[in-house]
């Protein structure tokens, strides 16, 4: 069975500080893994995904996650906070070769940026 | 290059009724799949649909079914409703050997 977990529900930065969004995952089979956005009242976006290539995997809007196998960790980062990246992110496991593609996600982490 | 769209956008609903949300899948994605989201909670998987055929389910009950049709479109029903299936719908599509899923903006159901 595959599971993600997020640590912290709630993260709050300031605008130009450093974003870090936890994602650890469980997985029996080498994972997909991804990281959506979800704005106020609107579906899902994709960030970014890794898929067995590069472990350092670069997104839109300048977010970047880093795959560490021996971590079971896929935290989502951004050097420099905007005021426009306030919304809720949600890390993302699935597997490949499976028959079905569906997407078990975390609880998400709702992040706020201050001025 | 059309993306995935969900109709109606919100849906009210008393418990014990039914209802059928809609999906038009992005163009060239042939599977469709669908996900609750509670209030406060990551989307959960309710089931898949590829080629017509249901293609694996998550932990929901039979009341909750599907179609999909022949130009990939897809239906979600949910019967005898209850007020914990009051919640938002997200309809996914992507194509079959691509992981990827892109998301409509979801229907917000509320059950009274």
Same mark, same amino acid.
């Given at each position: 069975?595959?599971?993600?977990?997020?640590?912290?529900?709630?993260?709050?930065?300031?605008?130009?500080?450093?974003?870090?969004?936890?994602?650890?995952?469980?997985?029996?089979?080498?994972?997909?893994?991804?990281?959506?956005?979800?704005?106020?009242?609107?579906?899902?976006?994709?960030?970014?995904?890794?898929?067995?290539?590069?472990?350092?995997?670069?997104?839109?809007?300048?977010?970047?996650?880093?795959?560490?196998?021996?971590?079971?960790?896929?935290?989502?980062?951004?050097?420099?906070?905007?005021?426009?990246?306030?919304?809720?992110?949600?890390?993302?496991?699935?597997?490949?070769?499976?028959?079905?593609?569906?997407?078990?996600?975390?609880?998400?982490?709702?992040?706020?940026?201050?001025? | 290059?059309?993306?995935?769209?969900?109709?109606?956008?919100?849906?009210?609903?008393?418990?014990?009724?039914?209802?059928?949300?809609?999906? &038009? !899948?992005?163009?060239?994605? #042939?599977?469709?799949?669908?996900?609750?989201? /509670? =209030?406060?909670?990551?989307?959960?998987?309710?089931?898949?649909?590829?080629?017509?055929?249901?293609?694996?389910?998550?932990?929901?009950?039979?009341?909750?079914?599907?179609?999909?049709?022949?130009?990939? &479109? !897809?239906?979600?029903?949910? #019967?005898?409703?209850?007020?914990?299936?009051? /919640? =938002?719908?997200?309809?996914?599509?992507?194509?079959?050997?691509?992981?990827?899923?892109?998301?409509?903006?979801?229907?917000?159901?509320?059950?009274?």
């Amino acid at each position: 069975a595959q599971s993600v977990t997020q640590l912290g529900s709630h993260v709050s930065v300031s605008e130009g500080a450093l974003v870090l969004l936890r994602c650890n995952y469980s997985s029996s089979v080498p994972p997909y893994l991804f990281w959506y956005v979800q704005y106020p009242n609107q579906g899902l976006q994709l960030l970014l995904k890794y898929t067995s290539a590069a472990t350092l995997v670069k997104g839109i809007n300048g977010f970047e996650a880093e795959f560490k196998k021996s971590e079971t960790s896929f935290h989502l980062t951004k050097p420099s906070a905007h005021m426009s990246d306030a919304a809720e992110y949600f890390c993302a496991v699935t597997s490949y070769g499976g028959s079905q593609g569906n997407l078990i996600f975390g609880k998400g982490t709702k992040l706020s940026v201050k001025p | 290059e059309t993306g995935v769209t969900q109709s109606p956008t919100h849906l009210i609903k008393t418990r014990g009724q039914q209802v059928t949300l809609r999906c &038009s !899948s992005q163009s060239g994605h #042939n599977t469709v799949s669908w996900y609750q989201q /509670a =209030l406060g909670q990551g989307p959960q998987f309710i089931f898949q649909y590829y080629r017509e055929e249901e293609n694996g389910r998550g932990n929901f009950p039979p009341r909750f079914s599907g179609l999909q049709f022949p130009n990939y &479109s !897809s239906e979600l029903n949910v #019967n005898a409703l209850e007020l914990d299936d009051s /919640a =938002l719908y997200l309809c996914a599509s992507s194509a079959r050997t691509d992981y990827e899923q892109y998301f409509g903006p979801g229907t917000r159901l509320t059950v009274t």
